[in-house]
């Protein structure tokens, strides 16, 4: 399947001396699901309605009452914010089932929502038809309800409820078998702890062969058992590593810092899924409205998931009414427009390319295949040459402070290190020395104003195969800089983009540009000195609001 896939995208005029996989190679299933980049989690349970992260699994399904609930709602927030689906948690670790499954009464079905007859998983699988989304499903493997779980007739009971789930909702993009596994619980009013293998308790491999019959096309998410098709990041913050290979082993342990960076010569395919909340916690509480991640810190999570060859699920925890609370709502509203505005005018659109090399000499594989708007076109090097360089001449001097970079990873992931220069004043000027590259990499850079640049690979595993080259001028996000003291009383103040000049009074006046410029650490003398900041921006002139200490 693999095979013929890359036969069809290999060009096919010609002699052609085609490149041939090296290492492990993504599946098609993880090829697409990689191409979708962003999308959403939403968290809902019975726990939304008792303050908890967790539900125990003996909450009353009386307290479900999501009376507004509209997931259209939030298939439109997706939506608008470029996303392009949408993972549900229809089982959380309470147990409590989203849909009227046919196995259990702790679900839906006894709910005064809708009198029991609703159905929250239909709900979303149309909503997201509609909106042109793809569906995904948690399923938490782990139950605090169920009297079984621990027992081996849970696994009936969890690959019945997967079935449903598989079956009767249309197309299913990605399945999330939660890591969290065992613990005290309900359990049927046993009310105690139950610890589970989990290496053997799941039969992951026979679970993961009914999940592949139902669901031909999916992808497998899973951190607590056999190795899936996606793998964990290592962390729920937001970011993977700078270097990230989509490899990992087959099997054999994976500690922390492999989760985070892949592994350079694994022998299998497991690219790096970042997820994340929207809020410090998954579900909902009204705590943390003051607590929603804002756009500098969603720019940065974009840049460290998207922007690291990662793909990003970021959460929204649903309120007890059943909708996206709209503080979240206008923050992924302005992550989305800042991303359009950053990525609106690609400068390498008219440029010349220059290459050190390409392969045989071929023009299929030259250096103008980085910037065609071809996906499936690549620029080559022969077998063994490992190092190469591209110059992009464009079109007239420019000031960009971004570039992108992928690979072609159909054939494997390949890069190990490259750098990005710009001419200035006669010379090169370093940008940026990276590693990895992979699906995609996306550089913030300083700015600056330049005719040339140059993209240099200086080590990679075979001969490197990249698809595509973009240069972009981001406009600095301009937020209230952040106001820090240490504890020898000094001030320290901190612009969302490093590159924003920073004003600042210490008498409660308002700050502008041509006051007081921050250079470093103030020293104070009174701990009472009132602080107020902005941030300014040299290049379009604008300034953030005033921010000042709490
Ligand atoms: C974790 C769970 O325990 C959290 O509640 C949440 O669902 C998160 C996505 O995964 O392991």
């Given at each position: 399947m693999l095979l013929l896939n890359f036969c069809l995208l290999?060009?096919?005029?010609?002699q052609i001396n085609s490149p041939q996989p090296?290492?492990?190679?993504p599946s098609v299933n993880q090829m697409r699901w990689q191409?979708?980049?962003f999308y959403a989690f939403v968290h809902l349970s019975v726990n939304t309605y008792t303050d908890m992260a967790w539900g125990f699994g003996d909450e009353n399904p009386n307290i479900f009452n999501p009376q507004d609930l509209d997931c259209r709602q939030w298939a439109k927030v997706c939506k608008d914010a470029g996303m392009k689906g949408i993972i549900i948690t229809a089982k959380h670790h309470s147990g409590f089932c989203l849909w009227p499954s046919k196995y259990t009464d702790y679900s839906v079905k006894n709910a005064p929502w809708k009198n029991g007859k609703g159905d929250i998983v239909k709900e979303l699988a149309d909503a997201c038809k509609e909106y042109g989304l793809k569906f995904g499903v948690y399923l938490s493997p782990w139950d605090r309800n169920h009297p079984d779980y621990g027992k081996p007739a849970y696994i009936t009971y969890f690959r019945n409820q997967l079935t449903e789930l598989l079956t009767n909702y249309g197309d299913v993009f990605e399945v999330w078998f939660d890591g969290a596994n065992g613990g005290t619980g309900y359990?049927?009013?046993?009310?105690?702890?139950?610890?589970?293998d989990r290496t053997t308790y799941y039969d992951w491999e026979n679970t993961y062969k009914l999940v592949r019959q139902l669901q031909p096309?999916?992808?497998?998410?899973?951190?607590?058992g056999d190795r899936a098709d996606l793998r964990w990041v290592g962390t729920e913050s937001g970011y993977v590593g700078e270097t990230n290979w989509s490899l990992l082993n087959a099997t054999g342990d994976v500690p922390e810092d492999m989760l985070r960076h892949g592994l350079e010569n694994g022998d299998s395919w497991v690219p790096g899924e970042v997820n994340t909340s929207i809020r410090p916690e998954w579900f909902y509480h009204a705590k943390e409205d003051?607590?929603?991640?804002?756009?500098?810190?969603?720019?940065?999570?974009?840049?460290?998931?998207?922007?690291?060859?990662g793909t990003l699920l970021l959460n929204f925890p649903i309120m007890p009414n059943g909708l996206i609370h709209e503080f979240d709502i206008q923050s992924i509203n302005e992550l989305a427009g800042a991303l359009k505005v950053a990525f609106a005018k690609n400068l390498t659109k008219k440029a010349k390319v220059s290459t050190s090399s390409f392969r045989s000499k071929q023009s299929n594989f030259d250096g103008m295949k980085t910037i065609d708007g071809e996906k499936n076109t690549y620029w080559a090097q022969d077998d063994g040459v490992t190092t190469a360089s591209l110059t992009l001449q464009l079109s007239k001097k420019q000031?960009?402070?971004?570039?992108?970079?992928?690979?072609?990873i159909q054939l494997g992931q390949r890069v190990k290190a490259f750098t990005v220069e710009a001419w200035v004043d006669g010379k090169w000027k370093l940008l940026a020395k990276e590693t990895t590259i992979g699906y995609k990499r996306i550089l913030r850079l300083p700015t600056v104003s330049s005719s040339k640049v140059r993209f240099s690979i200086l080590d990679s595993k075979a001969c490197p195969l990249i698809s595509n080259i973009e240069v972009y001028n981001a406009p600095q996000i301009l937020a209230p800089p952040q106001i820090m003291r240490t504890q020898s009383g000094e001030v320290l103040l901190k612009a969302a983009d490093p590159e924003s000049e920073i004003y600042y009074t210490l008498d409660g006046s308002q700050p502008k540009k041509g006051g007081l410029k921050y250079k470093g650490p103030i020293k104070t003398s009174d701990g009472r000195v009132k602080i107020k900041a902005l941030a300014y921006d040299g290049q379009t002139g604008k300034v953030s609001d005033v921010g000042e200490e709490q």
């Open positions: 290999a060009p096919t005029f010609g090296v290492g492990p190679i191409e979708m980049e359990y049927g009013g046993a009310n105690e702890n139950r610890t589970i096309e999916i992808v497998i998410w899973n951190d607590g003051a607590k929603v991640k804002k756009l500098p810190k969603l720019m940065d999570i974009y840049h460290h998931s998207i922007g690291r060859n000031t960009f402070n971004r570039f992108l970079v992928q690979e072609f």
